[in-house]
């Protein structure tokens, strides 16, 4: 049983790896589009078109990618999961039904007329169908962090024979760490979404194009990161008091601290040993920790010991903590060096655009973290005190699962191989194309043919 | 309020249709990638931009139909998945091959693009066939024999015949020239063997359950229900005439296998839950033995009251967009 278990549960860490890096770009480059479609329905300047018709493609190809590793997940709930949608399903069952009444179909039938449909509708309708996919990939965010968040902090149920029924569907939704996650969750797409397209844009600078749209990307996309990535520590901080409020076990694990202590130093370095419930070679800032959770530099913060046999493993949530903030902290360096030299010098020196293209995925990095802080850090538990992970596991014999998450990840490894490669691809091909002016080619809306057919029919 | 007792019929049929509509729609796309030439590019460039603007849409319907299934009835949701753990598996890794494949053609170097269209095709069947196994080890009540195997098997063929007809009969409707012929051709062929493979549904599966024979035999539903086998029968003989008569002058009539096509789903799929219903797993629980908690069951259903027909409206006007003729797809 425990190999079923341990199988699912990395096989479901690896679907859920691979699915949230595509709703992490989609999310925040659809808002991109519609700014871009907009700025170009206001001046008419074809740059604003020729940005939107480039990520347009990046932003098909992930959606793509996103939808169908999320359909592998929904059905993961029953293939592997089945006892949590036997406990908690009453819950869990109605916001998922949500968001694919209000989320799912909402996007996917817009993203028709939005990739194909631009000479078949009039411009505005074109913007708007642009908008209702924006939409539709939030709302779809909306749903599952509110379902990923009434399990971390579950509160609206009552348990009868053993199975949740809902009593307050407002609170279940809104439930209390619920505004922080959602805010929390967008601002990373927003930071994903700008780092890729600083980063791809930077590199077709540096293969030479030197037309006026991957500079308008790139300054775009920069001084979009210049405000998230600040804006993103300050949500962060408030996310972790409301963790430290609703789920101390986490927070324990995330600082490193075994014994319940006053004046707990910041780790920005630590080896935590479960086995005798310690860190080596400790690297911290004296009584930051309590200072920065508490706001008082003596403040008591819970250690691990206050919660036997129920908190998470502690090296994982330790290190992917670090991770997460400290690519953050290298994020709001790279956004306002980049916004400050665009500032003086109107271009990026040399180094910041290699630097750049090395951060393009950058926002993947982070998400990954943070998600595995978060997912990671509520174990063994799958509800927060209702459920645990063990209980839900599937019968199914490991034999089974073995066979189910070969195929994964070989798919998903050739995927993840196959995308990286194409943005790297559709961004060398964009920089041997030439310029349309509207000057040169009147018709230029209907007729941009060299961008849009180069290679990019159906 | 709705008696909590009807709450399991309304979403048994809610299901129905996004099953009903599901196997239609994404049966067209997934027919059309079954069918895709590997010997003649152009011709395969336009069978997928008929489809484009359309497959992501579709396929949500099946997003929607195993959501209801897991949030009105999570029991059955359970034993389903459970007893379809790797045809599941199967099917999700052909529709993720299938649902990049779409979007790497048009974007990888012009040397891959033959890699990504096998992958297309490949993941296409590989859906069909899943689907169709999947569909035949349910009507079996996952029965764990060589019979239930073969009639699975049987099955997946069936089901993979039946996508590629009323794919091809939807390529007949929004192509011309030659490869609406060729559509034609197709459309005829995979007719037959759907013919036949609704035929021998149509055969073994009261002799297999008694149960299901007394249903189909029992006055008065009797008359109503014989008219589903027969008119659809009809309708196979119709819609192969017409296509043996293409091309048509000025190709009036060229929806018409599609829309018949459709109306042979539509009966089968009546035909399949008349037998059936309530059970939700055959012979084993029924819709009110497997379902959610009523106030669950309650607060989905006042959405979906006002979201369907909304999204039944959005997708009506999607296919107006990209009504007539396929022209070529741009990315824009």
Known sequence: MIETLMLSRIQFAANISFHILFPSITIALCWLLMYFKIRFDFSQDPVWMRAYRFWVKVFALSFALGVVSGITMSFQFGTNWPGFMEKVGNIAGPLLGYEVLTAFFLEATFLGIMLFGINRVPPWLHTTATALVALGTTMSAFWIIALNSWMQTPVGFEMRDGVAHAVDWWAIIFNPSFPYRLVHVLLASGLTASFLMAGISAYRILKGDDKRGPRLTLKTSLIFAAILAPTQALVGDFHGLNTLEHQPQKIAAMEGVWHTEKGAPLLLFAIPDEENRTNHFEIGIPKMASFILTHDLEGEIKGLNEFPGEHPPVAPVFYSFRIMVGVGMLMIAAAWLGVWQLARKKELSPWLLKGLVLMTFAGWVATLAGWYVTEIGRQPYLVSGVLTTAEAVTTVPPSKVWFSFTLYMITYVVLLVAYIRTLFLMARRAVEIEEITPEENPNFHQLDENLATSGEKA | ?332
């Not at chain 2, 067209?28 to 590019?41: A, H, Q, R």
């Not at chain 2, 949030?71 to 599941?88: G, T």
């Not at chain 2, 239930?148 to 020239?177: H, R």
Request: hydrophobic share 60%.
């Open chain 2, 1 to 332: 309020m709705i008696p909590a007792d009807w709450l399991p019929v309304i979403f048994v049929g809610l299901m129905g249709l996004a099953v009903l509509i599901y196997a239609m729609l994404d049966g067209y796309d997934l027919g059309v990638g079954i069918m895709l030439p590997l010997d003649n590019e152009t011709q395969a460039d336009s069978m997928i931009a008929s489809i484009g603007p359309f497959w992501d849409a579709n396929e949500t319907w099946l997003v929607l139909a195993i959501g209801l299934l897991l949030i009105a009835f999570p029991q059955a949701h359970s034993v389903v998945l459970r007893e379809l753990y790797i045809p599941a598996a199967i099917m999700l890794i052909g529709l993720i091959m299938r649902g990049v494949a779409f979007d790497f053609r048009a974007k990888v170097a012009v040397a891959n693009k033959p890699i990504w269209d096998k992958s297309f095709k490949l993941g296409s069947l590989i859906t069909a066939l899943a689907q169709g196994y999947m569909l035949g080890m349910y009507v079996m009540g996952f029965e764990q024999s060589i019979t239930a195997y073969l009639f699975s098997g049987l099955a997946a063929f069936g089901v993979a015949a039946a996508y590629c007809y009323i794919g091809a009969a939807w390529l007949v409707m929004k192509t011309s020239d030659d490869l609406q012929l060729r559509a034609a051709r197709w459309a005829r062929r995979a007719g037959w063997i759907c013919f036949a493979g609704v035929a021998a549904v149509c055969a073994m599966n009261p002799l297999v359950n008694p149960e299901i024979l007394a249903r189909w035999l029992s006055f008065p539903n009797a008359l109503f229900v014989w008219a589903i086998p027969v008119v659809c029968f009809a309708l196979f003989a119709i819609i192969d005439q017409v296509l043996k008569r293409f091309p048509l002058p000025d190709d009036k009539g060229c929806w018409l296998p599609f829309v018949g096509a459709m109306f042979i789903f539509l009966f089968c799929f009546s035909g399949l839950g008349y037998s059936f219903f309530p059970y939700i797993v055959p012979g084993q629980m029924t819709i009110w033995e497997s379902a959610s908690a009523p106030e669950s069951l309650q607060f989905i259903l006042w959405g979906a009251i006002v979201v369907v027909p909304v999204i039944l409206l959005y997708t009506i006007f999607s296919y107006r967009v990209f009504w007539g003729k396929v022209q070529d797809l741009k990315y824009y």
